[in-house]
């Protein structure tokens, strides 16, 4: 049965029967909730920080303890060896992207590493030389497409091709994404943009997208920050040369922490391909020789520079577990039925407050819903805050709301509608 086939009902009541009929209901007894006056909050920013699962402390406690005690030694004489810790994250999340795992690793961080790709996949010539994004793509893309475009000696505005929506319309058309690909034809060099939107949670319909780009001889890369432990990914599948995503908004392993790469089992082994390397990155049978020639592994750990930051990897692993054990098929199950009811509360209290928001996500959607505000400003925001609602606000009037399958509940969603609806009506 369809999500949306079911009858659903904005009562209290009708929320808990679905709880209770949840399977990924004990996994909300993971998590660490923060709390506003005492109480849980009703968590709506899985896309923007995960919550702590509460094993992760575990994972990083090893590692203080082997530190502790073992000091060097515990590079090759740990529980889980700390000179090849980062190699256990590949075949888990090879399962979340859709990847073999040797296409995977895990290193530095999300724009460092799309402008490490960039080394190896944009590599601008007389004739082939333009960047298709997404226009308004997340600000830290824009940056790095900019400064990656100067450093080559080009002009960001001549070079720089941004897809735009249709006048009126708040998403984009995959059909205007594919005719602005065949456009630009032998001049377009990249095809980079964001899998799911960070605004309008829009999921771009990758797999096209992707054929389209190769068929125009472009590289296709995709920025998955959004996207990853929140859609159906199989990035094998469809031929993308690369993908990178950050590991601290669903899959909860964060602040800031490392970041996961996805390059095509055609680019491994080879010599040819440029790239910026470092110790980790050469084959780790002679690593320790210190020989001067770099032998690339012959995965993705190729890209890797530095000695892993195990401290970091730690929560990242222990998040892996996680996905490992619910698998990608039951998350993305839940999310569309917890997307679905959420979307049926907005409707309901929008029919009680005579109509005031519009849900600008459309149906090609992961866990978000992003929802425009008529005539509400930042006083809604303050009060959704105080009144225990963690949701995201952004200019002029859009809140984004969040609910990650893993932990939030069905009468979360009843609730926040409850919360929502006094505050509309807290001035008439
Ligand atoms: C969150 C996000 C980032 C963040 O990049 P960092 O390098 O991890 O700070 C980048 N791109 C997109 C699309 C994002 O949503």
């Given at each position: 049965m369809n999500a949306t086939d079911i009858n659903f009902e904005n009562s209290l009541s009708f929320a808990r029967q679905l709880d209770a009929a949840d399977p990924l209901r004990a996994y909300r007894e993971e998590f660490y909730f923060p709390k506003v006056q005492d109480k849980q909050v009703i968590y709506f920013t899985g896309n923007s920080l995960g919550l702590q699962p509460k094993r992760t402390q575990q994972f990083v406690d090893d590692i203080m303890q082997d530190w502790r005690e073992l000091a060097v030694e515990g590079h090759f004489y740990s529980n889980k060896p700390w000179w090849d810790y980062h190699e256990r994250l590949a075949q888990p999340l090879a399962k979340v992207v859709g990847a073999q795992a040797r296409e995977i690793t895990v290193m530095n961080t999300l724009t460092v590493n799309l402008h490490l790709l960039m080394v190896s996949f944009y590599r601008?010539?007389?004739?082939?030389?333009?960047?298709?994004?997404?226009?308004?793509?997340?600000?830290?893309?824009?940056?790095?497409?900019?400064?990656?475009?100067?450093?080559?000696?080009?002009d960001p505005d001549e070079a720089l091709v941004e897809v735009k929506k249709r006048e009126g319309e708040h998403y984009w058309r995959t059909e205007d994404?594919?005719?602005?690909?065949e456009e630009l034809g032998d001049s377009l060099a990249l095809v980079l943009i964001g899998g799911?939107?960070?605004?309008?949670?829009?999921?771009?319909?990758?797999?096209?997208?992707t054929a389209a780009g190769k068929k125009a001889g472009a590289f296709v890369g995709w920025d998955l920050a959004h996207a990853v432990g929140n859609v159906d990914l199989r990035l094998h599948d469809w031929g993308a040369d690369f993908a990178s995503w950050c590991?601290?908004?669903?899959?909860?392993?964060g602040p800031g922490n490392a970041s996961g790469i996805y390059v095509?089992?055609?680019?491994?082994?080879?010599?040819?391909?440029?790239?910026?390397?470092?110790?980790?990155?050469?084959?780790?049978?002679?690593?320790?020789?210190?020989k001067p020639t770099f032998e690339p592994m012959a995965t993705a750990d190729a890209w890797q520079i530095s000695n892993a930051?195990?401290?970091?990897l730690a929560p990242y692993l222990a998040s892996l577990e996680i996905f490992e054990e619910v698998g990608m098929k039951a998350i993305i199950e839940k999310r569309n039925k917890i997307v679905a009811y959420l979307e049926y509360i907005l409707h309901e209290i929008d029919k009680q407050v005579a109509s005031r928001f519009e849900i600008i996500t459309p149906e090609a959607r992961g866990c978000q819903l992003s929802v425009f505000l008529h005539g509400e400003g930042r006083p809604l925001f303050d009060y959704l805050m105080k009144a225990g609602v963690i949701v995201d606000w952004r200019?002029?009037?859009?809140?984004?709301?969040a609910p990650a399958p893993l932990y939030c509940s069905y009468e979360d969603m009843f609730q926040f509608g409850q919360i929502l609806k006094a505050g509309i009506e807290r001035n008439s």
């Open positions: 601008p010539d007389q004739k082939r030389y333009k960047i298709l994004c997404e226009e308004k793509a997340f600000p830290s893309d824009q940056y790095m497409f900019q400064s990656q475009l100067r450093f080559h000696g080009l994404v594919i005719s602005k690909i799911v939107n960070y605004y309008n949670g829009q999921v771009f319909e990758m797999e096209a997208i590991s601290y908004k669903y899959m909860n392993s095509n089992e055609q680019y491994l082994d080879r010599k040819d391909i440029p790239r910026f390397e470092g110790w980790w990155g050469t084959k780790k049978e002679s690593r320790f020789l210190m930051p195990v401290l970091a200019e002029p009037n859009v809140i984004r709301l």
